[in-house]
């Protein structure tokens, strides 16, 4: 196998809001906000319209990006044996991802994410995580991690207690390891541990700007490339309408945005982006062509409702 994607397995639900909404309700836009009270989630969805409801989750979206470029991918991550469960495991059937995990009836139900997605297609997350933040050690297939060229996991995944040791399981059995951060929140919940993981575990790292510039404490974007530099590993930052560009050790490689493009909705855009880069990489495409790759996977999503294209 190619890739395997170790994720939190999250249906999404997206729901078009007006920036009311999220300062009625204490959102922080273009964040994620954990909830761990069930009803306090529930009552966020009442009276909310919803456009879509798909199978979600951070590194999912990239490992079905990876299937639809046609590469090899699997997946590992935590459902309950739930409608949406159910749901989720059809939605990575379809798109031709192994999924490797048998699900059973747990104490919380399958994750969610409400996508919020104001007029600006800024997008607003609240998640609550259900089974999948429960992750551990037993649920992760070391054979399948053997076998995986590379294992792409997320930030959103580590936490304190079982899910780090199920991340520590799955780094220690790997053949290379990629990691997104997954957004400002995680960074600055477990920054020592996420510089640790930079800098020691990870062969290739994906953030954005913001995040990597918070996870350093960088006061500008020159001292992000001399640190990304140091670390003579891939580390891979988008920037927005600045672009992208990857380090690895004094190699600087730089890629522009696609122009005249219709922006709806930009969930998705880093997880596609990711799946474009690692599709390149994997396939022994140049630095420079592997963030072409990314670059015009996430041009394609953004111009749509949904993260999955």
């Given at each position: 196998?190619?890739?395997?994607?170790?994720g939190?397995?999250?249906?999404?639900v997206i729901?078009?809001v007006?920036?009311?909404?999220?300062?009625k309700?204490n959102?922080?836009k273009?964040?994620m906000?954990?909830?761990?009270?069930?009803?306090?989630?529930?009552?966020?969805?009442?009276?909310?319209?919803?456009?879509?409801?798909v199978?979600?989750?951070?590194?999912a979206?990239s490992?079905?990006g990876?299937?639809?470029?046609?590469?090899?991918?699997?997946?590992?991550?935590?459902?309950?044996?739930d409608?949406?469960?159910?749901k989720?495991e059809?939605?990575?059937?379809?798109?031709?991802?192994?999924?490797?995990?048998?699900k059973?009836?747990?104490?919380?139900?399958?994750g969610?994410?409400?996508?919020?997605?104001?007029?600006?297609?800024?997008r607003?997350?609240?998640?609550?995580l259900?089974?999948?933040g429960?992750?551990?050690e037993?649920?992760?297939?070391?054979?399948?991690?053997?076998?995986?060229?590379?294992i792409?996991?997320?930030?959103?995944?580590?936490d304190?207690?079982?899910?780090?040791?199920?991340?520590d399981?799955?780094?220690?059995?790997a053949?290379?390891?990629?990691?997104s951060?997954s957004?400002?929140?995680c960074v600055?919940?477990?920054k020592p541990?996420?510089l640790?993981?930079?800098?020691n575990k990870l062969?290739?790292?994906?953030a954005n700007?913001q995040?990597?510039?918070?996870?350093?404490?960088?006061?500008?974007?020159?001292?992000?490339?001399?640190?990304?530099?140091?670390q003579?590993k891939?580390v891979?930052v988008?920037?927005?309408?600045k672009?992208?560009?990857?380090?690895?050790g004094e190699?600087?490689?730089?890629?522009?945005?696609?122009p005249n493009?219709?922006?709806?909705?930009?969930?998705?855009?880093g997880?596609?982006f990711?799946?474009?880069?690692?599709?390149?990489?994997?396939?022994?495409?140049s630095l420079?062509e592997?963030?072409?790759?990314g670059?015009?996977?996430?041009?394609?999503?953004?111009?749509?409702?949904?993260?999955?294209?």
């Amino acid at each position: 196998m190619k890739i395997l994607g170790i994720g939190n397995a999250i249906v999404d639900v997206i729901c078009k809001v007006n920036d009311s909404f999220i300062k009625k309700n204490n959102l922080t836009k273009s964040t994620m906000k954990l909830f761990f009270d069930e009803n306090e989630f529930k009552n966020l969805l009442t009276n909310l319209k919803i456009e879509k409801t798909v199978s979600g989750g951070s590194v999912a979206n990239s490992i079905v990006g990876l299937s639809q470029l046609g590469d090899k991918v699997g997946f590992i991550g935590k459902v309950s044996d739930d409608e949406f469960g159910s749901k989720y495991e059809e939605g990575l059937n379809k798109e031709d991802v192994e999924y490797f995990y048998s699900k059973k009836k747990e104490e919380l139900p399958t994750g969610t994410c409400l996508i919020l997605v104001t007029p600006d297609s800024e997008r607003t997350m609240c998640t609550f995580l259900g089974t999948a933040g429960k992750i551990n050690e037993n649920d992760v297939n070391s054979n399948a991690i053997k076998k995986s060229e590379i294992i792409f996991l997320e930030g959103y995944l580590w936490d304190e207690g079982e899910p780090k040791k199920a991340f520590d399981k799955a780094i220690n059995n790997a053949n290379k390891v990629a990691m997104s951060l997954s957004d400002q929140f995680c960074v600055d919940r477990h920054k020592p541990h996420f510089l640790e993981l930079v800098k020691n575990k990870l062969d290739i790292t994906f953030a954005n700007e913001q995040e990597i510039t918070l996870l350093i404490e960088a006061k500008n974007f020159n001292e992000v490339i001399n640190f990304a530099k140091q670390q003579n590993k891939l580390v891979v930052v988008t920037r927005g309408d600045k672009g992208a560009v990857v380090i690895r050790g004094e190699e600087v490689i730089e890629s522009g945005i696609l122009p005249n493009l219709k922006i709806v909705d930009l969930t998705g855009a880093g997880d596609l982006f990711a799946a474009g880069f690692l599709h390149g990489y994997i396939n022994k495409l140049s630095l420079k062509e592997s963030l072409e790759k990314g670059t015009e996977m996430s041009s394609r999503v953004i111009q749509q409702i949904g993260a999955r294209l």
